[in-house]
C-alpha cells in the first residue's frame, strides 16, 4: 500500500501499517486496563471499611450503603473486563480482515512461504485471548505496591521483595524456555511441510512402499519437537509452581505481618484484610503472564517471521499503466541467486527476443534454464542487471497488466480446486469465449470436451485428479489465456504424446502468427523445430545465443569433438 504526502509517495510495509493502526487501539485496551484495576480497590476498601467502620459503629444501614456501592462497582468491573474482552476479539477480526490477503499474497508468491499463513493465525489467535490481559495488568504492579506502601511501609517492602522475586522467576523461565519453545515450533514446522510435499506424492508412497520409511524419517525430527516442548513446559511448570508458592507464602506473610502491626496497634484491622487482597492482585498479573508465556513465545516468533518476509519483499504500489505490450523482450545482464543461497545461478544472461519470434533455451540439467523463466515471468526480479518487456523492467509493470500480458507454462503443472474453466481463467472471472479460444489454440478442446462435464469438470486437490498429459495441456491453455504477448513455456512437452506434442507445435505456430514473444526451455529435439534462435545456458551463463541451426552445428561439432555421447543429453 501507499500513501501520498505532498506529490510524494510513502510505500509502507503493509504489516508495520497494520501495526500503526492498532497502536490507537491497544491504548484504548491499556484505558480501560487502567479503570479494571483501579476498580480492583473496590474489595479491599469495602473490607477495610466494614472492619474499620461498620463492625465498630453497629449501624446496619451503613453497611447496606457500602454494600450496594461494592456491588455496582464490581458490576462496573465486570462490565469493563467483558468490554475489554470483546475489544481484543474485534481486533483479532480486524487485524485479519486488515492483513489477511496480504498474507495470502505472500505465502502463494513463494513456496518457502507456505507456512506464512499459519504463522499470522498464531498471532491473530493471541492478540484475541485472554492471554494478552495479563500483560496490560502487569504494568499496573507498582500502583498496587504504592498502595500497600501507604496501608504500611513494612507491607509495601514486603510486596516489593515478593514482585522482585517474581519477576526474577518470570526472568528465569523466559531465559529458559525461549530456544526451546523457539526450536519446537520450528521443527513442527519443517515436519507440516513435509507432511504436505508428502501428500501431493501419495502415490508414489504408496507404490514403491515409502511410507513406513517416511514416517521414521519425519518421526524423529516430530519426536526431538515434542522433547523440547515437554522440557520447556516441564521448566515452565516447576517454575510456575515455585510462583504460587512464593504468592501464597507472602500473601500468608502479609496476614501474619499485617496481624502484628495490628497488635502493635500501627495497623487496622481492615487495613491487614485490604492488604492481602490488594497484593493478591498485584501478584495475578505476574503469575498468570507465566501460564500465557508459551503462547506469547510462539506469536512472537510468529511475528517475527512476518515481519521479516514483509520488510523483505517489495512493496505493492500502484504503478501507471504503460500501453500494451507489443512482445519485445529484452534480458540485459541478468545475474541472480534464488534466497538463501550464497553465489549467483544465473550470471550476466543477455538475450533479446523480437514480436514473433521464438527463442529455445537448452543446456545440461542444472544450469538455470527454469530460474530464468521465473526471470522472465516477474516472479523474481535480477539482483543485477535487468528484464525489460518493450522498453520497461518487468519489475516496473502494473502486474495485473503484466499478467494479462503474458503467459506461463511452468515443468510441473498444478491445477486449483476449481473447474477447468476456471483454472483456463487463471482463476479469474471466465470469458467463455476467451476460454474456448484459448483451448483450441492450445488443442485442448477435443479432450476438455471428453471429460466427464467439459469445461465444468471439477478438478483440483479435492477431486478426481487428470493425467500429467492433461494437466499439462489445460496448463498451455491457461498459459495462451487473453492472447498474450510474451509466452514462457518451460518444456511444454515433457508429459505430452505425439498427438498432444503436435497440438503444442501447431499452438505455437498460431502464437507466433499473432506477434507473441515466445521462450522455450526445450529438452526434446521436436520442439526446435518452431524455434527461430538458440540459447544454450551451461553453468548459469550464456554459452552461445543465434540462429537455430548455427547455434545447433556449432554445439553439436563441439560436443562431438569433446564426448560423442553428450550431444543429445545437451540438446
Known amino acids: 500500500m501507499h500513501t501520498l504526502k505532498g506529490n510524494t509517495a510513502i510505500n509502507l510495509n503493509p504489516l508495520a501499517a497494520a501495526m500503526a493502526e492498532m497502536r490507537t487501539a491497544f491504548i484504548l485496551v491499556a484505558v480501560f486496563s487502567f479503570f479494571l484495576n483501579l476498580l480492583i480497590l473496590v474489595s479491599p476498601l469495602y473490607m477495610f471499611q466494614v472492619f474499620d467502620r461498620v463492625l465498630t459503629s453497629g449501624r446496619t444501614e451503613t453497611l447496606l450503603y457500602l454494600t450496594l456501592i461494592a456491588i455496582c462497582g464490581i458490576g462496573l468491573y465486570g462490565a ?47 492478540v484475541g485471548s485472554t492471554a494478552v490481559a495479563p500483560f496490560f495488568d502487569a504494568p499496573w504492579v507498582p500502583f498496587f505496591l504504592f498502595v500497600m506502601w501507604i496501608l504500611h511501609p513494612w507491607l509495601g517492602l514486603l510486596a516489593l521483595g515478593a514482585a522482585i522475586v517474581l519477576g526474577v522467576l518470570t526472568f528465569i ?28 506424492n501419495t502415490e508414489v508412497i504408496a ?23 515437554r522440557s520447556a513446559a516441564d521448566i515452565a511448570g516447576l517454575i510456575l509452581g515455585t510462583i504460587k508458592f512464593v504468592r501464597m507464602s507472602v500473601q500468608i506473610g502479609v496476614m501474619g505481618l499485617g496481624a502484628f502491626l495490628v497488635l502493635r496497634g500501627e495497623l487496622s484491622p481492615g487495613g491487614m484484610i485490604a492488604g492481602s487482597i490488594i497484593l493478591g492482585r498485584a501478584l495475578a498479573p505476574i503469575e498468570q503472564a ?38 519485445q523482450l529484452i534480458v540485459d545482464g541478468a545475474t541472480f541467486a534464488p534466497p538463501g543461497v550464497p553465489s549467483p545461478i544465473l550470471k550476466r544472461i ?26 522472465l515471468t516477474g516472479v523474481w526480479s535480477p539482483q543485477q542487471g535487468a528484464v525489460r518487456l518493450d522498453g520497461a523492467e518487468v519489475s516496473h509493470w502494473d502486474r495485473a497488466q503484466f499478467a494479462a500480458a503474458a503467459g506461463y507454462l511452468p515443468q510441473d503443472v498444478e491445477l ?41 469438470t471439477f478438478v483440483g486437490a479435492e477431486a478426481g485428479s487428470l493425467s500429467a498429459g492433461q494437466r499439462q495441456r489445460v496448463g498451455l491453455a491457461r498459459a495462451l489465456y487473453g492472447d498474450p ?12 504424446d505425439e498427438e498432444g506434442e503436435r497440438a503444442l507445435i501447431g499452438a505455437i505456430v498460431q502464437m507466433k502468427q499473432r506477434g507473441a514473444a515466445i521462450v522455450i526451455v526445450a529438452h526434446r529435439r521436436t520442439i526446435l523445430q518452431v524455434v527461430d534462435l538458440l540459447l544454450l545456458i551451461r553453468d548459469g551463463a550464456v554459452e552461445a545465443f543465434g540462429p537455430r541451426d548455427e547455434v545447433l552445428r556449432a554445439v553439436q561439432a563441439a560436443q562431438q569433438k569433446a564426448n560423442p555421447a553428450q550431444v543429445e543429453g545437451d540438446a
Not at 524456555?177 to 515450533?185: H, L, M, N, V, W
Not at 521443527?187 to 511441510?193: E, M, N, Y
Not at 514403491?208 to 514416517?215: C, D, F, Q, R, V
Not at 504477448?485 to 518451460?490: F, S
Open 173 to 200: 523461565n523466559e531465559s529458559a524456555t525461549r530456544k526451546k519453545f523457539q526450536d519446537a515450533q520450528k521443527g513442527q514446522g519443517t515436519v507440516l511441510s513435509s507432511l504436505g510435499q508428502a501428500a501431493r
Open 416 to 456: 486449483f480446486a476449481g473447474t477447468v474453466k476456471d483454472n483456463i481463467a487463471r482463476m479469474g472471472a471466465a470469458d467463455d469465449e476467451a476460454v474456448v479460444t484459448a483451448a483450441k489454440c492450445a488443442g485442448a478442446h477435443e479432450m476438455i470436451l471428453k471429460l466427464p462435464n467439459g469445461y465444468d
Open 290 to 327: 507465566i501460564g500465557a508465556w508459551r503462547g506469547f513465545v510462539g506469536a512472537r516468533a510468529s511475528y517475527t517471521r512476518l515481519k521479516e518476509v514483509f520488510d523483505g519483499s517489495p512493496i505493492a504500489q500502484d504503478r501507471t499503466k504503460l500501453p500494451e505490450p507489443q512482445g
Open 485 to 496: 504477448k510474451l509466452l514462457v513455456l518451460d518444456e511444454p512437452n515433457s508429459n505430452l
Open 350 to 375: 543477455s538475450f533479446s527476443v523480437n514480436p514473433g519470434q521464438v527463442v529455445g533455451v537448452v543446456g545440461p540439467s542444472a544450469a538455470g534454464k527454469s530460474l530464468l523463466c521465473r526471470l
Open 80 to 126: 469493563l473486563e467483558g468490554v475489554r474482552s470483546f475489544m481484543l476479539a474485534r481486533l483479532s477480526h480486524w487485524l485479519e480482515r486488515r492483513l489477511s490477503r496480504e498474507v495470502l499474497g505472500a505465502s502463494l508468491s513463494q513456496a518457502n512461504r507456505a507456512g506464512l499463513l499459519r504463522e499470522f493465525m498464531t498471532v491473530q489467535n493471541f
Open 207 to 229: 507404490a514403491m512402499n515409502m511410507g513406513p520409511a517416511l514416517s521414521a524419517r519425519l518421526g524423529a525430527p516430530l519426536d526431538n519437537a515434542q522433547d523440547e516442548l
